[in-house]
């Protein structure tokens, strides 16, 4: 060890700053101010404070900020980013650093099912035939109420004026919220439909940086929604 | 009457003055302060004359420069005096503890040889560490470190980075696009070591809390301004106010921007602690100001001035040494330099021989009005109380108090000096005297007195007459002392107030 590294230090010089000045998340106009580390509603869990995250993307800490939970804990509620003076988009930079941490180790779920969905159009990898018994069924539950003798659900309907994503938990543990809109379609009379296929609304690539991975199943959607010939989405996610 | 301007100084404050009252049609003498001063040959074709100036002279708008050169001397004349000296820039090196070497530069010598930083070296700029850096200095270590960082890897060390000056947050931002990276210090400080490799840097970044080190091919000290090596010499001779750091016009609020205690020498751009250009530019823009007064003749009027009875000086000196104005010359006794004369009276409040007057604020004129409001007051109840106070603080008070209809003592004589410096022990004995019951001596917030000390000299004063009143046997709380700012009607009613509430409780018990 040359004498330049005895007192143990990081040598600074030796880190390449440039290597995340291409983000273009403004992160090295931060003036410190710590308006960001005030707002936060998750400063100081595990020691996370924006502004660090902000100054070591400045360094150019890459691997420290990949393998750190903190990206993990910010909720993406973009406070930091509104009350910046320097208008530093924290949140975009969040979710850049995110994106790099290897697929396997992103925590939770989030990468698991973003990986079926990809690979069976849901998240919960359900075959097209158990999606259609759970909507059909939900449907005759419907029709049993008064005033709702003739609910169908218009599954694959081609020129409606509406389409609906559904999100997942709704044909697993909450289906019961299915009935809620559809009532109040049937209601105003909407002329809506339910994609078969690539019918998942939530796309998780959004929470774990996977940019890839979201546009896929953006670009699933507006297909869905070309192939029904369907004017307008409802995406209530 | 056509006046001449002496512009003293030898850079470019000088040279701008010069010019910019020579284009106003204004004479010039421009004289270059010199410890050694060339033969009075040399220098005369520019214009400029490079001497020593030994003593000055002033008579009714008229100073008189005695100038020494090596084998001769001059004496030249103007009407005013602009002191446009330089400054001169020291880099901060023993504050880091650095000596200046190939890798260890200062930012003068890293401005004037920027091949000193070759391309591909890591390049350290400190800046503000060991004080706050001026903003002249922050813009060109910036400026630098800005031009070296597509060809560098430049950081800048700093403390608190104030970026209040034309363009300079900006001129932050570009240095960041420029690839510069700030490391910002506030709790602790780097730590410079020499060793074999080169120059380390020691450091927390203090936002991540983690501990770096750099290996620097250069450093950049910054630099800090002092006064120019001549400016004591002309303080000491035209008897100037100095700043702590030795810059002319002292920390006195009533001389902005170009004003010195002594009337008709202004002082410009760096002879007073003040270097960027565009305000050096206003300071001069102030004298051509105060040139063209002069020029219509129309003097400020300056009322009557302080005289000493000839009979009466002991020759103490006293009055020298607290004149705040330099009015007072010696020659074989002391005089008063009318001119310069700005009537605070502080000299015939101190004169032990009483040998100095003021004629409008004389003793006998002051007492003989206490003694006349006395006697006109004398059929009411409330207490018999005096207001000593000064005319540009207490006097606005008591007008703004009375136009707000605020109310004040019933019984109560307001004398207004020019300065609270005027108010003598005899003023205050002078009323007890005549049966004054309470006194209230009011003057400038500390640090705001016009006169520099004057509102000193009145509370050192009656802190000792609460002494003597003590040892006569009087209540020393009959005696109130207050401060007041020219814009506290509401504090000035509450002092006055106060004193008869204090007189009424003593008159009680």
């Known amino acids: 060890m040359s004498e330049t590294e005895q007192t143990g230090h990081r040598r600074l010089d030796r880190l390449d700053h440039t290597r995340l000045r291409n983000w273009p998340f403004g992160q090295d106009y931060c003036l410190t101010c710590a308006m960001c580390s005030g707002s936060c509603p998750v400063a100081g869990i595990d020691g996370f404070d924006p502004r660090k995250v ?9 691997e420290e900020l990949v393998d750190a939970r903190w990206p993990w804990i910010c909720t993406m509620c973009g406070k930091c980013e509104a009350v910046c003076p320097m208008d530093i988009h924290i949140p975009d930079l969040i979710r850049s650093i995110r ?28 075959p097209r035939e158990d999606f259609i018994y759970v909507l059909e069924d939900v449907a005759a539950e419907i029709a049993e109420e008064p005033g709702f003798e003739d609910f169908k659900v218009p599954i694959d309907k081609t020129g409606a004026n509406l389409l609906t994503t559904i999100h997942n938990k709704l044909v697993n543990t909450h289906t019961e919220d299915l009935k809620h809109w559809w009532k109040i379609f049937h209601a105003a009379k909407e002329d809506w439909t339910v994609s078969s296929i690539n019918w998942e609304g939530t796309n998780w690539g959004f929470f774990t940086g996977d940019d890839e991975g979201m546009r896929t199943m953006v670009g699933r959607i507006v297909e869905q929604m070309e192939r029904l010939e369907v004017k307008n989405l409802m995406w209530p996610e | 009457m056509k006046p001449t301007i002496c512009v003293l100084g030898t850079g470019w404050a000088a040279e701008q003055t010069a010019a910019r009252l020579l284009s106003e049609k204004i004479e010039v003498v421009r004289i270059a302060p010199s410890a050694d001063p060339p033969p009075q040959t040399e220098g005369a074709d520019s214009g400029v004359i ?19 050169f ?17 400054a001169e820039r020291k880099p901060r090196w023993s504050a880091y503890g650095l000596m200046p070497g190939e890798d260890v530069l200062s930012l003068s010598e890293a401005l004037e040889h920027p091949d000193r930083l070759p391309d591909g070296k890591t390049v350290v700029f400190l800046l503000g560490l060991a004080g706050e850096s001026h903003p002249v200095i922050t813009r060109e270590v910036l400026e630098a470190a800005k031009a070296h960082a ?11 980075l104030k970026v209040a000056g034309q363009g300079l947050e900006a001129l932050v931002q570009e240095c960041r696009t420029a690839g510069v990276l700030p490391v910002k210090f506030t709790q602790t400080r780097p730590v410079l070591r020499r060793t074999e490799e080169g120059m380390v840097i020691d450091m927390t970044d203090e936002q991540v809390g983690e501990s770096f080190s750099i290996l620097a091919d250069r450093i950049v000290v910054d630099e800090r301004f002092e006064p120019a090596e001549t400016l004591s010499a002309i303080a000491e001779v035209f008897r100037l106010e100095t700043d702590g750091e030795g810059f002319l016009q002292g920390d006195n609020v009533h001389r902005l921007p170009v004003l010195t205690n002594r009337k008709e020498v202004f002082v410009v751009g760096p002879s007073r602690g003040v270097f960027q250009s565009d305000l050096l530019e206003a300071d001069i823009a102030y004298v051509v100001l105060e040139a063209r007064r002069m020029l219509q003749g129309a003097s400020p ?31 074989t006794r002391p005089k008063v330099l009318s001119d310069a004369c700005q009537r605070c009276g502080i000299c015939a409040a101190e004169c032990p021989s009483k040998a100095i007057t003021l004629a409008d604020v004389a ?44 109310a004040l003592p019933q019984r109560m004589c307001f004398i207004e000096v020019p300065c609270a410096g005027r108010i003598s022990l005899d003023f205050v004995l002078g009323a007890f005297n005549r049966n004054a019951q309470g006194v209230l001596v009011l003057s400038c917030h500390e640090g705001n007195c016009h006169s520099g000390q004057g509102n000193l000299h009145a509370k050192r004063r009656a802190l000792y007459l609460k002494e003597m009143l003590n040892t006569i046997g009087l209540n020393p709380d009959r005696l109130h002392v207050r401060t007041l700012a020219a814009n506290q009607p509401v504090e000035f009613a509450a002092a006055c107030n106060e004193l008869e509430t204090t007189i009424h409780s003593l008159t009680m018990s």
């Not at chain 2, 100036?53 to 100038?67: D, K, P, S, T, Y």
């Not at chain 2, 009557?304 to 004149?323: D, F, K, M, S």
């Open chain 2, 301 to 331: 009027a300056a009322g009557v001035t302080a005289a000493i009875e000839p009979g009466h000086c002991v020759r103490c000196l006293t009055c020298y040494r607290v004149c705040p104005y330099g009015a007072i010359q010696l020659e």
């Open chain 2, 363 to 406: 003793d006998a004129i002051v007492l003989d009005r206490i003694e006349a409001f006395r006697r006109e007051t004398e059929s009411m109840q409330a207490p018999f109380l005096v207001a000593f106070g000064c005319e540009r603080s207490a006097k606005l008070c008591r007008e703004a108090a009375s136009e707000l209809g605020f």
């Open chain 2, 150 to 160: 597509a060809k560098c890897k430049t950081y800048v060390l700093t403390g608190n």
């Open chain 2, 70 to 86: 090596k084998k001769a001397s001059a004496v030249y004349e103007a009407n005013a005096v602009v002191v446009a000296e330089q």
């Open chain 2, 50 to 68: 490079a001497a020593a100036i030994c003593r000055i002279e002033a008579e009714a708008g008229r100073f008189q420069l005695f100038c020494r």
């Open chain 1, 99 to 126: 994106g790099k941490r290897e697929r396997d180790l992103v925590p939770g779920i989030l990468h698991k099912g973003l990986a079926a969905a990809l690979k069976t159009g849901n998240n919960l990898g359900m």
């Open chain 1, 54 to 62: 902000v100054r070591m993307a400045g360094l150019g800490l890459l």
